[in-house]
């Protein structure tokens, strides 16, 4: 029985990053050994065991075999006799494919080190093309490791547009489309994410409304909010807002394609509701705030529902100010004529026996008198 430390682990340890998880194969051992190790099973398609201390996973050594469409159209098979090169050649890149002993020995039989120098994403082997969820794989690692020097080889950038012409991409399901896509956001440079889907076909195949929304001015403005550290919110939101001035004709449109997107990806409800804010709502912010008007803003608070929701009005601005100068200008003043309209509560009002429509429509004067003085004495 061997074990190795692999994958992830060690490439970032060769590249002087953060190792964050640590993953095992073990070469020559039976599931009843495992267990009777203290091992706790946790893998339903093959053998993944958890350490009794450190519950880090501990896989067997194991091949596959294509057997159907998609990612999960795989047999795995799993004996006391598959070497260490073996299980390492199923995996996607090179890069990804480098064990270490336990005396810190790098085994690396396919060039992982070399495509390290290299700054090169490669694939290992033609396999690659049996599981269409590693094209959006090698596009999150290029997200990833760009700021690096990193770009996708070209063999495995021609290997990616095979798969998306023979229509093996749409066969991926939603769910694990929007999980990679989720993460990629969050990656250093999430921009390249969707530029290397571009550049193999992959964009439309899989996230068809994003590629007609999608220009090269939201992939900028995508590239800021990921250098300011912003959410996955925002940097989602960020691939939505739409080019000004635009017809009517082109919102609705707009609207309706990122109505079908969120439907068709089962987007979490409030990465939909942000991608149709500021679908919806891009235009007449920058109007709006540019205009110094206190019934217009108010006008606008309640149309976004700003009052109830200030923290998702927070994020809009701060969507839209990557986007727009005047928003960027003037988002922190918007933002304080809101805390002061806020600071106003309806309570406030119930000792004059106020109450019913009458109370709402003064609480918005009061809140629309409060807008007012500030803008006077700003000005």
Known sequence: ??????GGAVRDQLLGLPVKDNDWVVVGATPGQMKDLGYQSVGRDFPVFLHPQTKEEYALARTERKTG????????????????EEDLLRRDLTINAMAEDQHGNIIDPYGGQQDLKNRRLRHISPAFQEDPLRILR?????ARLAPLGFQVAEETLELMSNM?????????????????TSRALMEPSPSVYFQTLESCGALQAVLPEFRSLIHNQTLSHLSMAARESSTALIRFGCLFSPLLPQSEAKKINSILTVQGASSRL??????ADMALLVTEHAQSVTAVIHSDDAESLMSLFEAIDALRRPARF???MTILSYSFATVKLKRNRVIELLDSCLSIKAKDLMTENITG?????A??????????SIIHLNE
Do not use: C
């Open 1 to 6: 029985m061997q074990v190795y430390r692999v």
């Open 69 to 84: 469409h998609g990612y999960a159209g795989f047999s795995f098979y799993t004996s006391i006799d598959i070497s260490l």
């Open 138 to 142: 090698v596009a999150r690692f290029a």
């Open 164 to 180: 998306v012409n023979n229509g093996e991409a749409s066969h991926l399901v939603p769910e694990r489309v929007w999980q990679e």
């Open 266 to 271: 089962r987007l979490p409800s409030e990465y």
């Open 314 to 316: 927070i994020s809009l």
């Open 357 to 361: 429509k009458a109370l709402g429509e």
């Open 363 to 372: 609480l918005r004067q009061k809140r629309l008198a409060q807008i007012q």
